[in-house]
């Protein structure tokens, strides 16, 4: 019987340091996001984001800087993205921001440059420079007509070198 009490005790004495760990931690974490200010949203405006998810990273430089928090559709049907940046990066307002894609067909993100002004984006404003998502099979239709094009720039010049030689 004393065995089962120390037993217990030794099982309740552990899970409440288990459990305050846990709150400690929790707590922890949302006291280090409020200090970092995890709550810097700016909005950016596209024509189109196709495949551009939430929660998809804002680069800066190559560097995660930041994520996309949501996305809805304006007045003229145009994408609005929220994007969620670290409070520690500081953007001036004529910031441009570009949907890029992680290779050929990886994932997208959104690429960051910093412009040249002194004043800084601050929270709810909006990037106004914007470029929209390439499409992948627009882009392969490119390559392929100025690829049809070139050929047959070669054709017509090995074709008159022909009758030059005639």
Do not use: C, W
Not at 68 to 86: F, G, N
Not at 103 to 121: C, H, M, R, S, W
Not at 124 to 132: K, L, N
Not at 157 to 162: I, L, N, S, Y
């Amino acid at each position: 019987m004393k065995t089962d009490t120390r037993e217990m005790t030794v099982g309740a004495a552990t899970l409440a340091v288990g459990g305050l760990m846990l709150a400690v931690l929790y707590v922890g974490g949302e006291v280090r996001d409020k200090a970092t200010g995890i709550d810097y949203l700016l909005d950016a405006t596209f024509n189109r984001i196709d495949g551009l998810a939430d929660g998809g990273d804002v680069r800066l430089g190559g560097i995660k800087v930041g994520v996309v928090e949501s996305q809805r559709l304006d007045e003229h049907y145009r994408a609005v993205l929220t994007l969620k940046i670290d409070s520690d990066v500081q953007l001036p307002t004529d910031t441009s921001a570009a949907i890029h894609t992680n290779g050929l067909f990886g994932a997208k993100y959104i690429v960051l440059e910093p412009g040249g002004e002194d004043e800084i984006l601050a929270e709810g404003d909006e990037i106004s420079f914007t470029q929209d998502a390439v499409i992948v099979s627009e882009l392969l239709e490119l390559i392929i007509s100025q690829g049809k094009a070139n050929r047959r720039k070669l054709r017509e010049k090995a074709d008159a070198a022909d009758k030059r030689k005639e």
